[in-house]
């Protein structure tokens, strides 16, 4: 359908949003490069300043890489998660009824709307020491991993559930007619369907747990080599004066990070298209 | 049997990440009475956190809703060089991590940086409240663009061109066929931006610096506090961005398309 849109347009002539828009696309585009690409620009500037060689000790020190594959390692977790919970989650509240279903239903966004350093604050004073639970994982992994999953919770929620509504359940029926078993007919029929949104969604929350900062750094304590993810490591680098070495850090973590949004994109497109055929 | 597994299985695990702790914020917060938290959130640190927290969300908030509309309708009906180049620009906002952003401007407006002339021309972007600005106009860009333009995408053109037939002027046609098409996903996209730039934390804390009660936001506010071990300040301001969150999540509700 998109395509014969943009078939139909250009014999169009001038709509303000094509022709009369040139001045307002001018100046769209002059705030996008200013307010963000010249920051980035600036960053990695300062990253590669001093040659290569320098970049790399700089990004490659100790405490950064504990720091970055700490942080790899928690995101790769945090989206495992998300893909099976969230999954589950959308799956609940699509096709399971329950009292105050709508109300759960709402209440998925809240991570979204709620500023991180209160989901911090929260999470510290409810699962850390003193907290009304008996549980403390405050200064450890599994209190980091709570926070990420935190933060992430909408995004495999929101990316499945309008598949499911979608998805047609006379496909799942049939297979069980057939004498599939539940199991059988989640593996053969729902999974395959649902898979590029899950894997959009799990994409988005790994990008969102390599880069948070907000809902950890109470948390986690900070301690280097342990529980110092690199959002922290890089913003006490910032803090104590080092801006190129944050810079070289930062240049590297996004570098990885856009590595592997592009490879679950394209892993996503291969086997939608194989779907198709 | 598998069904009550997988709800209850799903509404503890919402219970243990979302609900208690969100609940919990409220519990500390007035858990030395009403009063108290009045008072920690009614003082005048506090009140000019809210203040300019509020002023950043009044200028980022519109920019950002103009700019992305504008950048929905050349992405969707443009046809231009770039196209595919400035559609990954829009989205960057969201796989870059907040402290990254505030480090780039860090660089970029800081001594020695490209920009950092303007600083001796009287115009302070760090440490300052333009800063902030910027660090909020970054992180809350992508999501008026993200949400308007799956829209325009299904409204199709014929009625604007229908218009144009009939001769109304260009600026005439986006008033009157394409923007009460759009005015949902605006709306919704103007709450989500507000949400963020309220809430946002990282980013502007790299560039404010530690002015206190001069630099800080809400959030900033609440983490100053908690270094402070104030915590019933830190739960009291808490409690005023969980609200305004609260606020957020109802209004999503009410404007989201009635299909769903």
């Known amino acids: 359908m998109a395509t014969d849109v943009t078939a139909l347009e250009r014999p169009a002539g001038a709509g303000w949003s094509r022709a009369g828009g040139g001045l307002a696309r001018g100046f769209a585009t002059a705030y996008l490069s200013l307010v963000v690409l010249l920051p980035l620009a600036a960053l990695v500037w300062s990253a590669r300043g001093g040659g290569f060689a320098s970049f790399w000790h700089a990004a490659t020190e100790p405490e950064a890489m504990a720091a970055l594959k700490l942080t790899l390692g928690l995101a790769a977790a945090c989206a495992a998660v998300n893909a099976v919970a969230g999954t589950a989650a959308a799956w609940v509240l699509v096709r399971d009824n329950f009292p105050g279903k709508g ?25 850390g020491p003193g907290g009304p639970f008996g549980i403390d994982v405050a200064f450890t992994r599994i209190g980091i991993l709570m926070a990420l999953l935190f933060v992430t919770l909408p995004f495999v929620v929101r990316a499945v559930q309008p598949v499911l509504l979608e998805l047609d359940a006379e496909m799942e029926e049939a297979a069980a007619s057939l ?7 989640f593996r053969r029929i729902v999974f395959p369907n649902l898979l590029p949104a899950v894997l959009s969604g799990v994409a988005l929350a790994f990008a969102r747990a390599v880069g948070e900062f907000g809902a950890v750094v109470l948390i986690s304590g900070n301690i280097p080599f342990k529980t110092e993810v690199s959002s922290v490591y890089i913003f006490g680098q910032l803090q104590s004066g080092n801006g190129s070495g944050a810079a070289a850090v930062s240049v590297l973590l996004l570098a990885i990070s856009l590595g592997v949004l592009l490879g679950i994109g394209g892993f996503r497109r291969w086997r939608t298209r194989h779907d198709r055929v | ?15 243990l990440i979302l609900l208690v702790p969100v609940g919990f914020v409220f519990y500390r917060a007035f858990d030395q009475g009403f009063a108290h938290a009045w008072q920690a959130v009614t003082t005048p640190e506090a009140l000019h956190a809210l203040w300019l927290t509020l002023l950043i969300a009044a200028i980022a908030v ?26 990954a620009v829009v989205d960057l906002p969201l796989a870059i991590s907040p402290v990254i952003v505030g480090l780039g401007l860090v660089l970029l407006y800081g001594r020695g940086g490209w920009l950092g002339g303007l600083a ?7 440490f300052a409240v333009p800063g902030m600005v910027l660090a909020t106009m970054f992180v809350s860009m992508p999501f008026v663009v993200r949400e308007v333009v799956p829209v325009l995408r299904e409204i ?19 008033r009157r066929i394409t923007f009460p098409a759009i005015r949902g996903a605006v709306a919704y996209g103007v709450v989500l931006t507000t949400a963020r730039a309220i809430g946002e934390f990282g980013a502007v804390s790299a560039v404010a610096g530690n002015v206190e009660g001069k630099t800080q936001t809400l959030p900033l506010y609440v983490k100053a506090q908690f270094d402070g071990f104030d915590t019933s300040g830190a739960y009291a301001s808490s409690v005023v961005l969980a609200m305004i ?5 109802v209004s999503l509700r009410f404007l989201q398309p009635k299909e769903h």
Do not use: W
């Open chain 2, 245 to 249: 969150a609260i606020a957020v999540v």
């Open chain 2, 62 to 87: 519109p920019v950002n809703t103009v700019v992305g509309v504008i950048l929905a309708l050349a992405l969707v009906r443009g046809t231009f060089v770039g196209r595919g180049l400035i559609n």
């Open chain 2, 1 to 15: 049997m598998s069904k009550y597994l997988l709800r209850f299985g799903v509404l503890g695990y919402l219970a």
């Open chain 1, 103 to 127: 109300l759960v239903d709402a209440v998925i966004d809240l991570p979204f709307a709620l500023p991180t350093i209160v989901a911090g604050l929260t999470l510290l004073a409810l699962y």
């Open chain 1, 179 to 185: 004498g599939a078993r539940p199991i059988g007919v």
């Open chain 2, 120 to 126: 001796d021309h009287g115009l302070t972007i760090l």
């Open chain 2, 156 to 174: 199709g053109i014929e009625q604007e061109q229908a218009a144009e037939t009939l001769g109304a002027a260009p600026f005439q046609v986006f």
